[in-house]
């Protein structure tokens, strides 16, 4: 035990309706490790599990925004011109970036 980081073992009993619950909410952060789940809850009093689809959306905006720029980039660099509608195109993308990181902004302002 000596190479251990947490020498000092606690242990503690249960009823099983307990250990039900204690699992229930383990499955519902996606945790299988109940020495973690139990360590947190003890030391922090929670755990909080960050799902935002929101940010998947964002990173997905984010690649087509620069997939877009690359794109015209390379025309630029061909043609030597730039068109109103590719900058548009550009535009929009990049305000849907912005919406989208207000949004996952203001959910996780709401955490508190």
């Known amino acids: 035990m000596a190479n251990r980081e947490r020498e000092i073992q606690l242990k503690f009993r249960v009823t099983p309706e307990e250990r039900e619950l204690i699992e229930a909410k383990m499955a519902q952060l996606g945790t299988q490790?109940?020495?973690a789940y139990l360590r947190?809850?003890?030391l922090d009093?929670?755990?909080v599990r960050l799902?935002?689809?929101?940010l998947r959306e964002m990173v997905s905006l984010l690649r087509r925004s620069s997939n877009n720029l690359n794109q015209l980039t390379?025309?630029?660099h061909e043609t030597g011109r730039i068109?109103?509608?590719d900058l548009e195109d550009l535009r929009q993308g990049q305000e849907k970036l912005w919406e989208a990181a207000e949004h996952i902004?203001?959910?996780l302002a709401a955490l508190k």
Request: aromatic share 10%.
């Open 33 to 35: 490790n109940m020495a």
């Open 40 to 42: 947190k809850m003890a």
């Open 45 to 47: 009093g929670y755990v």
């Open 51 to 54: 799902e935002l689809p929101e």
């Open 74 to 76: 390379r025309r630029v």
């Open 83 to 85: 068109y109103d509608a």
């Open 105 to 107: 902004l203001s959910a």
